[in-house]
């Protein structure tokens, strides 16, 4: 379980915003900044944070289809292409991204195909193993992806992602588009999935329900940091940085009423550009506790042996 799968030291993913009439950059998107990660073997591994926070971003590094500007990205098996660089995903929609010309068995089979493994005899009985695993009936095997339900292309999508036997399987929203008692079908299906093969997933989502129900580990993340890390029970039952309690409170709960930390309420006002990076912690000018500290530079301060957080208030409270 304390086996790192995936390392990322120091990442910085920069995109070019405007160039001058030379074509020379003159202002940039900084879409990661100094981000520091570890994904643990066995382990599920919970990304959370509003939109434009670099989620998506995050992913991208992680499936190596993005390189970073800087820092490094490293992987305790080195991947022999990028087809075979022990990572699959699972999307948001599972409709967009089944090829609709495929039957499903070449679906499931894609990524098998794709590295030149196996006959078709093979990759057919592949299919039916994988089928059998995720709920799907063999007789349905050579339909088109619009003959399914929404939870079934789910079901066939996780069966893709499982047919390359990954090190990783990153899952990005994989239950928002998907109906309520569905969606606990699918959640409890990789449950079920991880614990069988020993599968290590690493869940963007931005369902707190979800996260609390799936994660073993939870990063939060804010403008391209990462705010606060720590186990699941610690980060979403003691947030201790202020965006992380705030981030909890907007959930709605019969227990209890909004923001039912007093005096705590985000100050007004959208996502800081990250075109021009605040100074000092990159929340503070929506924090209700800034003060003149917060003009430092913040950073990710352990805790304890398994919790860190990004704010100087936080670690000197604790």
């Known amino acids: 379980m304390n086996d790192a799968l995936l390392t990322l030291r120091d990442v910085h993913v920069r995109f070019p915003a405007k160039r001058n009439w030379r074509g020379n950059v003159v202002e940039q998107v900084h879409a990661l900044n100094g981000l520091d990660l570890t994904v643990n073997d066995g382990e599920t591994l ?5 939109s434009g926070c670099g989620k998506s971003t995050l992913s991208q590094v992680l499936m190596g289809m993005l390189a970073p500007s800087q820092g490094e990205c490293v992987r305790a098996r080195a991947p022999g292409s990028w087809l075979a660089n022990g990572m699959q995903m699972v999307f948001q929609d599972p409709l967009s991204s089944l090829d609709p010309r495929l039957p499903v068995w070449r679906t499931i089979t894609e990524p098998v195909w794709l590295q030149g493994h196996g006959s078709e005899t093979e990759r057919r009985e592949l ?4 089928a059998t695993l995720v709920g799907i009936r063999h007789e349905y095997l050579d339909r088109l992806p619009h003959a399914f339900s929404g939870g079934q292309r789910q079901r ?3 069966a893709r992602a499982l047919s390359a036997q990954p090190d990783i399987i990153l899952l990005d929203e994989p239950t928002s588009a998907l109906d309520i008692s569905v969606q606990a079908q699918i959640l409890n299906l990789l449950v079920m999935l991880q ?11 931005h369902n707190i329900s979800v996260i609390r129900h799936m994660s073993d580990r939870v990063a939060v993340m804010y403008l391209g940091q990462i705010v606060e890390l720590g186990t699941a029970h610690n980060v979403l039952n003691h947030p201790r940085h202020p965006y992380t309690r705030l981030l909890l409170d907007s959930v709605p709960r019969l227990d209890r009423p909004l923001l039912q930390h007093a005096g705590e309420t985000m100050k007004t006002g959208e996502l800081p550009s990250n075109r021009r990076l605040p100074q000092g912690c990159f929340f503070r000018e929506r924090c209700p506790y800034a003060s003149v500290d917060c003009g430092q530079p913040q950073s990710l301060t352990p805790l304890n042996e398994t919790d860190g957080v990004r704010c100087w208030r936080a670690v000197a409270g604790s």
């Open 156 to 158: 066939i999508a996780i």
């Open 195 to 205: 614990r069988q093969r020993k599968l290590t997933y690493v869940l963007i989502s």
């Open 127 to 130: 299919a039916c193993e994988l």
């Open 46 to 50: 919970g990304v959370v944070g509003e």
